[in-house]
């Protein structure tokens, strides 16, 4: 198995559900992006977010400072932009392409919920921004 493969099993191990409420499945909150960080970013960039996770020591490249990312962006979310790189993720730095992953998932099959779950990690990560 490769590095990548073993990462990619390692951050895949707590695949949360999706919230349910009396009548059916509610939409809004579908994904819960916390928990989400907690089950599969935090292992490399930490419970807080800082790029200090267990893992992180073995990887080929540092994670991200995921706290940071609106200071250095001259005190703009680039929202965007944190999309892509979770959409598709960094080989380079060892960080699987997690569409793919979430989109094999039963919380989120197919790649139109991959990417809502992501947006929503995305969200999640805006409000866990250190001033600027």
Same mark, same amino acid.
């Given at each position: 198995? !490769?590095?990548? =493969?073993?990462?990619?099993?390692?951050?895949?191990?707590?695949?949360?559900?999706?919230?349910?409420?009396?009548?059916?499945?509610? !939409?809004?909150?579908?994904?819960?992006?916390?928990?989400? $960080?907690?089950? $599969?970013? *935090?292992?490399?960039? =930490? !419970?807080?977010?800082?790029?200090?996770?267990?893992? *992180?020591?073995?990887?080929?490249?540092? %994670?991200?400072?995921?706290?940071?990312?609106?200071?250095?962006?001259?005190?703009?979310?680039?929202?965007?932009?944190?999309?892509?790189?979770?959409?598709?993720?960094? /080989?380079?730095?060892?960080? %699987? *392409?997690?569409?793919?992953? $979430?989109?094999?998932?039963?919380?989120?099959? =197919?790649?139109g919920a991959a990417k809502e779950?992501?947006?929503?990690?995305?969200?999640?990560? /805006? !409000?866990?921004?250190?001033? %600027?």
């Open positions: 198995m !490769t590095r990548l =493969g073993a990462l990619a099993a390692a951050c895949g191990v707590g695949l949360t559900s999706a919230v349910l409420v009396a009548g059916g499945l509610q !939409t809004s909150t579908r994904y819960s992006s916390n928990s989400d $960080f907690q089950s $599969f970013c *935090a292992s490399c960039h =930490g !419970t807080s977010g800082k790029g200090d996770g267990v893992l *992180a020591r073995s990887l080929s490249k540092r %994670p991200a400072d995921l706290t940071q990312l609106k200071k250095k962006n001259d005190g703009v979310y680039p929202a965007d932009a944190v999309f892509k790189v979770i959409d598709a993720g960094h /080989e380079s730095a060892d960080m %699987p *392409a997690w569409t793919q992953v $979430f989109a094999k998932s039963q919380e989120s099959a =197919g790649t779950r992501i947006r929503s990690l995305v969200d999640y990560l /805006e !409000t866990i921004q250190q001033k %600027p």
